[in-house]
């Protein structure tokens, strides 16, 4: 056995017990894919298909996929990490691990941009440092150094191609128990004669699944822009992906459409997708570091201007009295609605922090507003006529004024008045338009739906329940 600190159990460690011959193997992958294709849980899919046909392994939570800090500047497109956690026999621990390896090995577009990383955690406890390194993962920039440092001290076997970055990406995946709120993707793979060519998908099936199993599933459809959301561009082994709250539901909407083209399967993801986990740390200033992520509290300090292409630039302030400067911009939907914020309004910020540069220093690139408290704003108007109560015209700085209909006068020494005008926002939650959504944006809708315990056993993988190996499409062809 290995040795370990105080560490946090994993999900269905308990669920294990009684088998001395059994050992628990935790897999992280990541950083498989480049910006023009491939894909980490496709390989995760073809991983566990194989695992499923040659060995006794059983799968002790759903794949999970786990999304890292968005803000981190060189991520591919979604910088996603997959964890897979198994328990097998000592006769397939090896046939299991050689899969993993010949599958990164094979797959994996190292080369044009992907530097693969596997980790192997074996072992019921998940040393804390790993969950603490995870946590890091979602909200800052961690270095390839420090994870060989740390798996090394923990004794997590490691196998890295390229230059081996993806070991930041996996050994946070493994660390990420998800024991508060996640949810679930079910995704269906393309087969490789298909990839590239146009995806056939029904909006009105899309829109009817959307309707009916609101508030349970999200960002299916956009229906402000009419846009498809559950499909990715271009040469992509994913045909389509549905995001919910839980594996029934993600599942059953995705068989509901019908899709026609031959698939290769799918499977359902548990993930922190659609949770902010990234923002849930605050943001400190004036120390707050570079493509960090995370929440603020703050005054907005001047006025919002509307700056060219549409985004929206104020200061606010924490109440330290540090201030940076902020960015809404156009393409989340928000930058109109922030340019009504004013001088002394409360807000919490969700953000991740855009680098200096020679132009401009760092800023604050909102991801979601709270607006807590709203100022009140005055306006300076002339005084009213005495006589027939119409808004007198001023005559020049100190000359007065003049009632344009009656032609009374009244001297400098009457005042402007300042007069409380209505606001043009209220409080509450602003967040991003569904199209500018970031895999970790949580959608308006699942505010009041996070999970909060980690006790989901009732929903425990059940071979067949998760995984669809070819079914889906044949299921259609015996149909017709
Ligand atoms: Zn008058």
Redesign the pocket.
Same mark, same amino acid.
């Given at each position: 056995m290995m040795s370990i600190c105080a560490g946090t159990d994993f999900p269905g460690a308990h669920d294990q017990s009684g088998n001395n011959d059994e050992e628990s193997l935790h897999f992280g992958i990541d950083d498989t894919d480049n910006r023009t294709g491939g894909c980490t849980t496709h390989l995760a899919f073809k991983i566990i298909e194989r695992i499923i046909r040659d060995t006794n392994a059983h799968f002790v939570d759903y794949p999970l996929l786990i999304r890292l800090n968005p803000n981190v500047p060189w991520k591919t497109r979604g910088n996603a990490a997959v964890c897979i956690r198994l328990t097998s026999d000592k006769k397939d621990q090896q046939r299991i691990i050689d899969i993993v390896k010949h599958y990164v090995e094979t797959e994996a577009v190292v080369g044009s941009g992907a530097d693969p990383g596997v980790v192997l955690f074996r072992g019921h406890q998940l040393p804390e440092a790993i969950t603490e390194f995870s946590k890091t993962a979602m909200c800052d920039i961690l270095r390839r150094r420090d994870a060989i440092r740390l798996a090394e001290k923990y004794k997590i076997e490691y196998f890295l191609l390229g230059k081996g970055r993806g070991i930041i990406g996996s050994l946070a995946a493994i660390g990420c128990l998800l024991e508060g709120d996640h949810t679930f993707e079910a995704i269906a793979y393309r087969r490789p004669e298909n990839v590239g060519t146009p995806r056939i998908l029904e909006p009105d099936k899309i829109i009817e699944f959307s309707r009916s199993t609101f508030p349970y599933t999200f960002n299916n459809f956009d229906f402000r822009h009419k846009r498809v959301l559950i499909a990715p561009h271009g040469p992509d082994p994913v045909f389509c992906g549905i995001r919910g709250e839980n594996p029934h539901i993600v599942l059953s909407s995705l068989k509901s459409l019908n899709i026609e083209e031959r698939l290769e399967g799918c499977m359902v993801f548990r993930s922190n997708q659609g949770t902010n986990m990234h923002l849930l740390s605050e943001i400190k200033l004036p120390e707050a570091k570079s493509f960090t992520s995370g929440h603020i509290r703050c005054t907005v300090r001047s006025r919002p201007h509307i700056a060219q292409g549409g985004h929206t630039l104020f200061y606010v302030e924490n109440r330290d009295g540090s201030s940076l400067p902020v960015a809404v911009y156009e393409p989340t939907g928000l930058a109109k609605t922030a340019s009504f914020l004013a001088e002394g309004d409360v807000l919490e910020l969700g953000c991740g922090i855009r680098r200096a540069s020679i132009k401009h220093p760092k800023i604050l690139n909102v991801e979601y507003f709270m607006v807590l408290e709203l100022a009140k704003v005055f306006v300076l108007r002339n005084p009213t &006529?005495t006589? +027939?109560s *119409?808004s007198m015209k001023s005559e020049g700085k100190g000359k007065g004024f003049q +009632?344009k *209909? &009656?032609k009374?006068r009244e001297s400098s020494e009457l005042n402007k008045v300042s007069i409380q005008i209505p606001r043009a926002i209220s409080t509450g939650m602003y967040i991003p338009t569904p199209k500018a959504h970031r895999h970790l944006t949580k959608p308006m809708h699942r505010f009041g739906l996070e999970k909060l315990s980690s006790d989901y056993s009732e929903e425990l993988p059940i071979l067949g329940n998760w995984i669809i190996l070819d079914q889906l499409c044949s299921e259609n062809y015996q149909n017709q």
């Open positions: &006529c006589i +027939c *119409k +009632c *209909k &009656c009374l």
